[in-house]
């Protein structure tokens, strides 16, 4: 059985240790920083990273922060092997690619020729069509909609429930507000809102 241990012992691990346990995957345990977290859901949390504890077993970054997923991937080592959380009702495309350190939830379908990079959130029941390309730390929020050939720069959040038509970049590090439809590119380190969305603010 393949071992993994998660790096944030937080309810979005929670949903992570439902889709490893249900593919068959050993939890062996969680790191956190906060030395107060010592279990979640019957698992034992280790206190910070242990490169001996780790040992050959595989890390997923179980954090829902994009931002925050990315400094913890800049400190850790750089030999580290990251496993994938893909839940088995995902339905996921043969032509299709995941990356290592990304997680697929419960019902998220990824279609033809999608590519989704490193340490990505695919969440539940989110669609990502065909030729979608996610650049690295991206997160697709539950039920989110991306069509065909969309592109997400790095660490940017597509909200729940929101939808971007076809043909659509969004920037890197920008936020896609719950609920909103994307009709026109979005620049870089911006949130936009409504239908259409539109740029509310900056993010720097």
Known sequence: MKSVFLYGASGHAKVIIDSL???????????????????????KVFGSYNSEILKESKLIISIGLNNIRKKVEDKLPLNIKYGKAIHPTAIISEHATVCD???????????????????????????VDHDCLLEDFVHISPNATLCGNVFIGEGSQVGAGAVVIPGIRVGKWSLVAAGSVVMRDVPDNVLVMGNPARVVKKLI
Do not use: W
């Not at 590519?115 to 669609?127: D, F, K, P």
């Open 21 to 43: 346990t249900a593919s068959g995957f050993e939890v062996k345990g969680l790191f956190d920083d906060n030395p107060n977290v010592k279990e979640l859901l019957g698992y």
């Open 101 to 127: 350190g990304s997680v697929v939830m419960q019902g998220a379908i990824i279609q033809s020729a999608a590519s989704v990079g490193r340490h990505c959130i695919i969440n539940t029941a989110a669609s």
